[in-house]
């Protein structure tokens, strides 16, 4: 049974800004190997990082991702355009957990973004040897992510909506793992966010394939 790979969640921001690029370029010095981010869509079409739908929490603005332009966010708050995190990956073959939020302005738009830009950039993902999970909590964006090149992954909180995890790939809440559930099959399975020793420790006893942390090194040290 192979180690788990450890991806950093948002990148490594115990001490910087969490999905900036200074968290990503700190979550390779620290050896994980690969990143996991949470994308948007711009008022103008561009494919940016952040988590919530406004910039609110870490920036203190109420400016809203998707009734802004990539310019605006950037007057505001260095926000890092998807590309840009795609291209380190790529640079430093770093495998990738893109997540698509939903329900969101846009609809299903981002996962058409999503799509284009990983086009553009298949010969350069195939030279490096990454992987890249396309993820959502959502049924359909997930059925369209499956129908890319990449792995389409379902996140699931609880054991209720495992009969609707018929993809390639599935992600499930440290809760579940906490509660005693096992993977059918584990090399098929990424848990967010195990943040502690003991947390880890049960991943790695299950044997799941991917482990989302925002602890790097404690992750590796395990």
């Not at 001490?15 to 390779?28: F, G, K």
């Not at 940016?48 to 203190?60: A, F, Q």
């Not at 440290?174 to 502690?196: C, K």
Request: charged share 25%; aromatic share 8%; hydrophobic share 40%.
């Amino acid at each position: 049974m192979s180690a788990p790979r450890i991806f950093a969640h948002r990148g490594s921001h115990s001490s910087h800004p969490e999905s900036s690029r200074e968290a990503y370029l700190q979550a390779i010095a620290d050896g994980a190997d690969g990143f996991e981010c949470d994308i948007r869509l711009t008022r103008d079409r561009e494919i940016v990082i952040w988590h919530d739908p406004t910039m609110k929490r870490i920036s203190g603005n109420n400016a809203r991702i998707s009734t802004s332009t990539l310019e605006e966010l950037q007057e505001i708050w260095p926000v890092m355009k998807l590309e840009d995190l795609l291209n380190i990956a790529i640079e430093n073959q770093k495998d990738l957990a893109i997540e698509t939020k939903h329900p969101v302005r846009f609809g299903h738009a981002i996962e058409r973004a999503l799509a284009k830009l990983l086009f553009s950039k298949k010969e350069g993902i195939k030279k490096s040897g990454i992987e890249i999970f396309l993820m959502s909590f959502s049924w359909w964006a997930t059925s369209a992510n499956s129908q890319t090149p990449y792995i389409g992954t379902y996140l699931i909180h609880n054991r209720r909506a495992i009969p609707f995890a018929r993809f390639a790939t599935m992600g499930i809440n440290i809760e579940m793992i906490r509660n005693g559930f096992i993977p059918r099959d584990p090399s098929r399975t990424l848990v967010w966010t195990a943040n502690t020793s003991s947390d880890i420790s049960l991943c790695k006893e299950a044997g799941v394939s991917v482990i989302i942390t925002d602890d790097v090194l404690l992750a590796k040290s395990v």
